[in-house]
């Protein structure tokens, strides 16, 4: 089961840190990604990490978001800097797919983490 946590309501400009725990024996094995749904839209994939630890991200939050992995952990984060309202969503993590706008994933997805920016 996919655990994430640390989403919050924030105002502009402020940060966040959130995290995906994914205790699945093949963690280490897979590239992760953290998914967003804003209301009204479709789930999308935002920014993935191979497993070699390379990184992409979308256009609207490069610079701005940072993901990490601790295969130690199962651990996947997202830190989120400057939040904008339009970041808004319920944020996901899941595997297997490395295709910025995808909403695909491997495992099942798990409740999400809510993030609301506002002011």
């Known amino acids: 089961q996919l655990v994430e946590s640390g989403g919050g309501l924030v105002q502009p400009g402020q940060s966040l840190t959130l995290s995906c725990v994914a205790p699945?024996?093949?963690?280490?094995?897979?590239?992760w990604a953290w998914y967003r749904q804003a209301p009204g839209k479709q789930r999308e994939l935002i920014v993935m990490?191979?497993?070699?630890?390379?990184?992409k991200y979308e256009d609207s939050v490069k610079g701005r978001f940072a993901i990490s992995r601790d295969n130690s952990k199962k651990t996947v984060y997202l830190q989120m800097n400057n939040l904008k309202p339009e970041d808004t969503a319920v944020y996901y993590c899941?595997?297997?797919?490395?295709?910025?706008?995808?909403?695909?994933?491997?495992?099942?997805w798990g409740q999400g983490t809510r993030v609301t920016v506002s002011s």
């Open positions: 899941n595997a297997g797919t490395t295709d910025l706008g995808s909403t695909n994933g491997l495992y099942p």
């Open positions: 699945k024996s093949a963690f280490s094995a897979y590239a």
């Open positions: 990490i191979t497993r070699g630890n390379n990184t």
